[in-house]
């Protein structure tokens, strides 16, 4: 029961359910992640924590960065049960389809100049 609590708590945000409709199309950054949203990199972070810690997302870093990424086929079912109803769900949600199209330019910029001007640096 405490996995589905887990889930269910991490969906109820709107926040963290664009940021996971923003992975559809495969790994990101968090910096790329902060910049579809507009918060602070902090705050991406924590919603990307909280979504981890719920199994649904999978997490790697390089170097200093942070890249998320959908779960595969191995991770646990009440997860990527979750995260398909959340596709299925939201599919042509007005603000998602919005998100996905702003997602195409962030992914045509230059990842690290993005990173270094999302961390002030």
């Known amino acids: 029961m405490k996995a589905f609590l887990n889930i269910t708590k991490a969906l109820a945000d709107a926040n963290r359910l664009r ?3 923003a ?3 495969g790994e ?3 910096c790329q992640i902060a910049e579809l949203t507009g918060l602070a990199l902090s705050t991406v972070s924590k919603h990307l ?3 981890y810690q719920a199994g649904l997302v999978n997490a790697r870093k390089e170097g ?3 890249y998320y990424s959908l779960p595969g086929k191995g991770a646990a079912t009440a997860a990527r049960e979750a995260v398909a109803w959340v596709r299925r769900s939201l599919d042509g949600n007005e603000r998602i389809v919005a998100d996905a199209a702003r997602m195409k330019r962030v992914r045509a ?3 690290g100049a993005l ?3 999302q961390c002030g640096n």
Do not use: A
């Open 19 to 21: 940021m996971l409709m």
């Open 23 to 25: 992975l559809r199309e």
């Open 28 to 30: 990101v950054c968090v």
């Open 49 to 51: 924590s909280v979504l």
């Open 64 to 66: 200093r960065w942070m």
């Open 109 to 111: 910029m230059n990842l």
């Open 115 to 117: 990173c270094k001007r």
